[in-house]
């Protein structure tokens, strides 16, 4: 893969060969990125897991980098108001599962009470595409909505392994204070680490690599990064 001028002189910073701590590969990608808008810091963890395996959960980082979630709740007349006294931006049941069908999508999370599926699921070609289908593995299939919906408003994000078994998740900006972005990175890793599937023989993440949305990655040290 070719890179331009900018991509190649912040590579001749570093020796790519090294591992790094946490908090050292955090202040390192912050220096070497090069683009003139506030840059994603993105974290890329190789799991070992089996390719029947899939490690799937939500995590809510200390320290959050993204305006606020418009977060869209189905359910019932029953549970609407408490809905909203929570935070969430767009209410209700059957008239907005329609709005979805017709191509609606301008919320950024949804979630739905069990009793409401069997409707929500027909949605599944529209919601499932953009990886917004309500499920119960990420706390957005649930009765308590005035917990689900707060700890959606502080950030909660969901992390999956992709087919390769690679977790791949923006945990900052490069505005951010290095030592923020390092804390992230920990509580990422020590929730992922809740989730190793009891079969798992040796070290359960293999790999971990940080770099910004346009710069060069930098290698984790993961025995000194991972909180097992």
Known sequence: MKHGKKYNASVKKYDRSLELEAPAA???V???HYASFDETVEVHIRL?????QSVRDTVVLPHQFRGEKKILVFCKPDKEKEALEAGAAFVGSDELIEKVKGGWLDFDVAVATPDMMKDVGKLGMVLGRKGLMPNP???TVTH???AAVA???KGRTEFRTDKSGIVHLAIGKVSMESAQVSENLAILLEEIGRKRPSDTKGEFVSSVFLSSSMGPSVHVAVAKSEKR
Do not use: I, P
């Open 30 to 32: 912050k220096d070497l």
């Open 151 to 153: 700890e959606l408003r």
């Open 144 to 146: 308590d909505l005035k």
């Open 48 to 52: 070992n897991v089996k390719k029947s």
């Open 26 to 28: 955090c202040a390192l």
């Open 137 to 139: 593995k990420t706390g």
